[in-house]
């Protein structure tokens, strides 16, 4: 029998674990932290053996396969004596992978976007009656989706450190969004490291297969001429019209594949803002190639609805918007909110930063914000970026006193924007503690 170890016991590991066990293999899940209480439980009504607070070498060796979460870098000690050995590493959308069957895959990679564009293309097929689960890195376990309730369609928002331990995995249809600098830390600091770490997505694709990408970064087809892909090249842009992909001329998006052409006003997209146009083209192509009809296309992205910590509207109090963007953790990701707004705008800032670099959104901070909230424990970097830019920037180390501080600097007619450009994990347990104590904090008002 084989025997499979699961290294990490968060969402990816323990779906991992009950779709080995479900599957017969031998298991073990090492947790070098605390199991959620939910986890445990799991693991305990299944019998999956477990340690949690130590990873015991001894037991972790005796593996066949590793699967790891794709929170532990590389560079973990534990990794290093398992590749010592050896033993083959594979990320948990990989041994998922290996269990689908039949069922088509569906892989949303990039640096930004990801998460709405596979919520968008996953509501396009619900809307067409398509049996399917959204899965991965959004937050609900591949495996474990496999494991409970199998489906025909499987649409996997797919980060990088899930594609750096894929062997066999092999997408139907791939999207590439966008690379921007994002996760250096994990790849010695080697941009291109991380661009071929995106690039894997394609790699076990065939000519059966659709890659579907962004033609207008200029990073993504760059490597595209160094790398050889077997897949159907679909593009979308914004600058140029395709001969097979999606483009945007005017307020008009076209998405021609086959015969079938799929036409409609960007001003009936529920999505706002030129980066949310992108995922829609992105999302709209996929939707095409797999035969969905241009009425249920159109149905979907007219009524679909943005996700949480996404440029959230939260409320607005005396004529002040709340907008909770919690999970831009990067620059790149508050240009595109900061893009998006048509309101003067009081911005929230900061975190734990990433080797930000602010230059970025000077222009849209010149042009767009009135004043900067600070909510990090370190704001010398933005107050060093921003200083000269605007009146006034203010340092809070709490989500009551941004909101507060915030409210105080805002007039009727603004609009207050949470989008850190940082991770969380100098002040809150993750980026929903953090947009969940923003969205409280409005309450409160």
């Known amino acids: 029998m ?4 699961i290294l990490g016991g968060g969402e990816s590991g323990v779906g991992a674990a009950v779709l ?15 199991l959620k209480l939910a986890y445990k439980k799991e693991l305990i009504i299944r019998s999956i053996p477990h ?35 050896n033993i083959p590493i594979i990320s948990e959308v990989e041994f998922a992978y290996q269990h689908v069957g039949d069922a088509k895959v569906l ?15 996953h509501h396009i097929c619900k809307t067409a009656d398509i049996n399917c689960a959204l899965v991965g890195n959004i937050g609900f376990s591949f495996a474990w989706q496999v494991a409970i309730n199998p489906v025909d369609v499987y649409v996997v928002e797919t980060s990088s450190f899930q594609l750096d331990d894929i062997v066999t995995y092999k997408p139907h249809v791939a999207i590439l969004l966008n690379i921007t600098e994002d996760h250096l830390d994990r790849y010695n600091y080697q941009f291109e490291k991380y661009i071929e770490a995106k690039f894997k ?23 595209m001429k160094q790398v050889d892909i077997s897949a159907q090249k679909l593009p979308f842009s914004m600058k140029q019209e395709v001969k097979k992909g999606a483009s945007i001329k005017g307020d008009q998006m076209m998405i021609r594949i086959q015969e079938e052409r799929v036409a409609m006003s960007i001003y009936d997209f529920a999505l706002k803002g030129k980066h949310n146009q992108y995922n829609t083209m992105a999302a709209g192509i996929a939707a095409s190639t797999l035969g969905i009809r241009k009425e249920k296309i159109r149905e979907a992205v007219t009524t679909f609805q943005s996700l949480e910590h996404r440029m959230e509207f939260v409320a607005t109090v005396r004529g002040v918007d709340f907008i909770n963007d919690s999970k831009a953790t990067n620059v790149n990701s508050t240009w595109y909110a900061l893009e998006s707004m048509m309101k003067p705008t009081i911005l929230i800032l900061g975190g734990v930063d990433k080797g930000n670099d602010y230059t970025l959104i000077e222009e849209l901070v ?11 424990t370190d704001n010398s970097k933005i107050h060093a970026a ?21 409210f105080k600097l805002a007039k009727k007619g603004e609009a207050i924007l949470l989008s850190p450009a940082c991770a969380s994990f100098d002040l809150f347990k993750n980026y929903e503690d953090r947009g969940t104590q923003f969205k409280q904090a409005v309450k409160l008002l």
């Open 2 to 5: 084989k025997h499979i170890v």
């Open 20 to 34: 080995a066990a479900t599957k017969g293999y031998s298991v073990f899940l090492s947790d070098g932290g605390s």
């Open 51 to 85: 340690e949690e607070g130590q990873h015991t070498i001894e037991k972790i060796l005796e593996a066949n396969t590793v699967v790891k979460s794709p929170g532990i870098a590389e560079t973990h000690p534990v990794v290093q004596q398992i590749r010592a050995k």
């Open 107 to 121: 892989a949303i990679t990039g640096s930004n976007g990801k998460s709405t564009c596979t919520s968008l293309l």
């Open 201 to 223: 997505i394609t790699k076990n694709q065939s000519a059966d297969d659709f890659f579907i990408y962004c033609a207008d970064d200029d990073v993504i087809t760059k490597h």
């Open 366 to 376: 010149k042009e767009k914000v009135r004043a900067i909230v600070c909510l990090g």
């Open 386 to 406: 921003f200083g000269s830019l605007v009146e006034t920037i203010v340092d809070t180390a709490a989500a009551t006193d941004a909101v507060t501080e915030a």
